[in-house]
């Protein structure tokens, strides 16, 4: 067996990770003959509960789990790593929008991308959980210029999902036979699901459904699931957007299977013409732990109108965040 890969997990004694650090040490991340360890980050006093995560953890004898380390010191838990998943923040609330989590969430993420890049990995692979996760990813790369900047992403992977399910519940088909999902922009009610590359069991989407449904409901449907989610449940999504991680995570270290790809949220290249560096959810195919953006689309006047428009979202928040740009 091989050295473990190192993963420092913040916020890990909450929601999220209470379903996401089992499938990690499963292997769902690294796959079946790779050992991890794990480096849990939690605020002071969230340190007793985290703990009994870890009990659980060694409860459960997973066969991969090398060893885990708990503490609330940023620098124990991203030294070294392989991957870094940001997840703790303060969650967003019933009534409550992204923009009010913007200046309380930003100040954890300019704290420790400065850690990270003081102890991190240059290479460490990062997705950013906590909201707004595109403009705390932006944050974190401002506050991290020795990490390669490529590998700061930001989870979209759970609204990839929830537009796909979508579609299969429309078209009455399987999970498993729709391709070419896409979600770009920002992870809010801005991002704009697009099915016009989609397919259902090797037909094309848009000529099973109707217009009308893609542009007036599918599209917000999936932008306000989280808000649904929220109202249905008193708080926010929690096993599937650990779920969202885990597939994340495991298409970018793994790859993507041959004529599919995936929505991540990545630094732009410039393509679509959306600005170059700004943290943006394009479709992407992954292979040998690298991603590669899809960046020859033909994209229609009308969605190219709605990705503008969470283009100039992620604008505003920058601008609300600009001290914390270093
Ligand atoms: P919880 O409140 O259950 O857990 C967050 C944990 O983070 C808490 O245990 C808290 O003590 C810890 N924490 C707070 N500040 C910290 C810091 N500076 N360092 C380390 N740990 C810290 O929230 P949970 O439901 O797990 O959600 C976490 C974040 O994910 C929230 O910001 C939430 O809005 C966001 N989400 C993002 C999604 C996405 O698709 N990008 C979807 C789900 C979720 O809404």
Redesign the pocket.
């Known amino acids: 067996m091989s050295e473990p890969k190192r993963i420092a997990v ?8 209470y379903s996401m650090l089992f499938r990690i040490a499963n292997g769902d991340i690294y796959g079946p003959n790779q050992p991890v360890s794990l480096q849990l ?3 002071t ?2 340190l007793g ?1 985290l703990e009994a995560v870890k009990m659980e953890l060694d409860d459960c004898a997973f066969p991969l789990l090398h060893e885990v380390i708990c503490t609330d010191d ?1 620098k124990v838990a991203l030294k070294d790593v392989d991957a870094a998943l940001f ?6 609330g019933p009534g409550m929008e992204r923009k009010d ?1 913007i200046s309380d ?1 930003g100040k ?1 993420f300019s ?2 991308g400065q850690t990270l890049n003081e102890v991190g990995n240059p290479d460490c692979k990062v997705v950013v ?3 707004p ?1 595109n403009t705390n990813a932006y944050i974190l790369k401002a506050n991290a210029p020795k990490m390669n900047p490529r590998n700061i992403t ?3 992977r ?2 990839h999902n929830r537009a796909i399910s979508q579609l299969a519940e429309k078209t009455d088909s399987r999970i498993g036979d729709i391709k070419k999902m896409v979600i770009w922009g920002n ?1 809010s009610t801005t991002q704009v699901p697009d099915i016009t590359w989609a397919s259902v069991a090797g037909k094309s989407a848009p000529d099973l459904v109707d217009t009308a449904w893609a542009h007036d409901t599918f599209i917000p449907t999936v932008a306000k699931r ?1 808000a649904a989610v929220i109202d249905a449940r008193g ?4 096993a599937s ?1 650990a779920n ?1 991680v885990v597939d994340h995570m495991a298409s970018w270290v793994q790859g993507t299977p041959d004529g599919d790809w995936v929505s991540m949220a990545v630094p732009s290249d410039g393509s679509y013409g959306i600005e170059e560096g700004l943290i943006y959810s394009f479709p992407v195919t992954c292979k040998n732990g690298d991603y590669t953006i899809i960046s020859d689309l033909e994209v229609s006047d009308a969605i190219r109108e709605k990705m503008l428009a969470s283009q100039t979202e992620l604008n505003e928040e920058r601008e609300t965040v600009k001290d914390l740009l270093s």
């Open positions: 913040t916020g890990a004694a909450g929601q999220i990770c980050l939690e605020i006093p969230a509960l940023p997840v703790g923040a303060k969650p967003r989590l969430n954890i704290a420790l959980v906590g909201n996760a930001a989870l979209t759970l609204d992870h989280g708080s926010s999504s929690a957007a969202g």
